[in-house]
């Protein structure tokens, strides 16, 4: 465990800095690993309910992982999983990797990690590691840890949220009406994700993004009068 609380605070110290956000990138690439190994890391934002955006990626070829890279929010996929779910994953790499995760079967790996961390940051980041070392005692609450302090880091940088200016006056998608329709009907997130197949903390996010195309802070300020036009994305 003293490993696991060296690492927390020289991660601690860096983040007081104040590092741009591809410097952190590679800097927990060479620091971050309570092993003293190098890993892999990049941060990605979610641009909409069915994607991420790699912004920023440490200890990769460029050819493997740069960003601007898309990637799928999909259930058979680790980062998808810890967006969808809202939890922080954690995977060996063992043959029930692969059978959990299909889609990840085309896509070849120069050098194969032996655990990865998926980890949801806020609303709109999320961000994976990739190690070649096998888990240690401890390694769980070192990164419940690691969140909490990047969720503080995403706050200073001001990426809690997408901001009202980003978004408001655009469309929303029919996903999005009949959401908006259901949370002026009165229902929960919980109830309104049963209702339409989907879950909870997806539609907690497409919650967020309808606020910001209406140019709102939240439930309060809700009215029928609000509602935009729609599109099919």
């Given at each position: 465990?003293?490993?696991?609380?060296?690492?927390?605070?020289?991660?601690?110290?860096?983040?007081?800095e104040?590092?741009?956000?591809?410097n952190?990138a590679?800097?927990?690439?060479?620091?971050h690993?309570?092993?003293?190994?190098?890993?892999?890391?990049?941060?990605?934002?979610?641009?909409?309910?069915?994607?991420?955006?790699?912004?920023?990626?440490?200890?990769?070829?460029?050819?493997?992982?740069?960003?601007?890279?898309?990637?799928?929010?999909?259930?058979?996929?680790?980062?998808?999983?810890c967006?969808?779910?809202?939890?922080?994953?954690?995977?060996?790499?063992?043959?029930e990797?692969y059978?959990?995760?299909?889609?990840?079967?085309?896509e070849?790996?120069?050098h194969?990690?032996?655990?990865?961390?998926?980890i949801?940051?806020?609303?709109?980041?999320?961000?994976?590691?990739g190690?070649?070392t096998?888990?240690?005692?401890g390694?769980?609450l070192?990164?419940q840890?690691?969140q909490?302090?990047?969720?503080i880091?995403?706050t200073?940088?001001?990426?809690?949220?997408?901001?009202?200016g980003?978004?408001?006056?655009k469309?929303?998608?029919?996903?999005?009406?009949e959401?908006?329709k259901?949370m002026?009907d009165g229902?929960?997130?919980?109830k309104?994700?049963?209702a339409?197949?989907?879950?909870?903390?997806?539609?907690?996010?497409?919650?967020?993004?309808?606020f910001?195309?209406?140019?709102?802070?939240?439930r309060?300020e809700?009215?029928?009068?609000?509602?935009?036009?729609?599109?099919?994305?």
């Amino acid at each position: 465990m003293l490993a696991h609380l060296n690492k927390l605070l020289l991660i601690t110290q860096y983040l007081a800095e104040k590092p741009t956000l591809e410097n952190l990138a590679n800097f927990l690439s060479l620091h971050h690993c309570p092993s003293g190994e190098v890993s892999r890391v990049y941060f990605a934002k979610i641009t909409n309910p069915t994607s991420l955006i790699i912004e920023a990626a440490g200890g990769f070829k460029a050819t493997e992982c740069q960003p601007g890279k898309f990637i799928p929010i999909e259930a058979d996929r680790p980062s998808g999983r810890c967006v969808l779910e809202n939890k922080i994953i954690f995977e060996e790499n063992n043959p029930e990797y692969y059978l959990k995760y299909p889609s990840l079967k085309d896509e070849p790996i120069a050098h194969l990690w032996l655990t990865q961390v998926s980890i949801p940051i806020n609303s709109h980041y999320m961000m994976q590691f990739g190690r070649y070392t096998k888990y240690q005692e401890g390694d769980h609450l070192f990164y419940q840890n690691l969140q909490s302090l990047f969720q503080i880091y995403f706050t200073r940088l001001g990426k809690v949220s997408i901001g009202i200016g980003d978004l408001s006056g655009k469309p929303l998608t029919d996903r999005q009406s009949e959401i908006l329709k259901r949370m002026q009907d009165g229902m929960t997130n919980e109830k309104i994700a049963l209702a339409i197949g989907y879950s909870a903390s997806l539609v907690k996010k497409e919650s967020m993004l309808i606020f910001s195309k209406l140019g709102i802070s939240g439930r309060k300020e809700l009215n029928p009068n609000k509602q935009s036009g729609t599109n099919t994305n």
